[in-house]
């Protein structure tokens, strides 16, 4: 199936690939366009954690959710949505609400890649945290609510973000970890939307990206391009 990938990068790299083991965390609209592109590049073994079932309002941005799945949980969805994709593809599925006194659970195995596309500020703090205590290259999505364009999703240090409110949590927080490492994020600097609404909005095209955004940053750290 990666005929094509191999003639791009060469089958030394592929190889690397299908050594890999990432772990996605949030299986809505940023980390199933993450899953889904991952699986399609080849990875050899993906840990998914989510507690959410799919529902109706999942149908405009998430890849996973179809009329035919609603009420699915969404781990179950994506196990099979990867299998059918690549059988060889080892999958590990954690149906749970991840909290401060779970977390250390998701690390039993040995994880090469994080991807936190989860909505969760407190996770995503810790996340950072135990990923610089044991070395893991962790790549971090912040906010892609109440956004229209995707031509503003840019991957880049924590450090340079602006006008997204959680990224601006998240900076405070890794600048008081005094750590000199890059925490990668993906990061939109386009203004949020104003609305009278406390629902967040969303559509197909901006989390999609992404998503895939967060794919593409994994993939070339691999390769080293």
Do not use: H, W
């Amino acid at each position: 199936m990666l005929q094509r990938l191999e003639l791009m990068i060469g089958s030394s790299n592929v190889e690397k690939i299908k050594e890999k083991t990432i772990l996605i965390i949030g299986l809505g609209g940023v980390g199933g366009y993450a899953i889904e592109s991952l699986a399609r590049s080849g990875i050899g073994k993906m840990i998914i954690v989510d507690y959410d079932k799919i529902e109706k309002t999942n149908l405009n941005r998430q890849i996973i959710a179809l009329n035919s799945n609603i009420g699915t949980y969404k781990v179950d969805a994506f196990y099979d949505r990867i299998k059918d994709i690549n059988p060889n593809c080892k999958v590990i599925k954690i149906n749970q609400k991840i909290d401060e006194n779970n977390i250390l659970e998701l690390f039993e195995e040995k994880i090469d890649y994080v991807v936190d596309a989860c909505d969760t500020v407190m996770v995503k703090k810790l996340l950072i945290k135990i990923c610089l205590e044991k070395n893991i290259n962790i790549i971090s999505c912040m906010g892609m609510g109440n956004k229209l364009d995707p031509s503003k999703i840019k991957i880049m240090d924590i450090r340079k973000t602006s006008y997204d409110p959680i990224a601006k949590v998240i900076r405070k927080y890794v600048k008081d970890l005094k750590t000199n490492k890059k925490i990668m994020v993906v990061c939109s600097d386009e203004k949020n939307i104003s609305l009278n609404s406390k629902t967040i909005s969303s559509n197909a095209f901006v989390p999609s990206i992404a998503g895939i955004l967060c794919t593409s940053y994994i993939i070339n750290d691999i390769i080293k391009r």
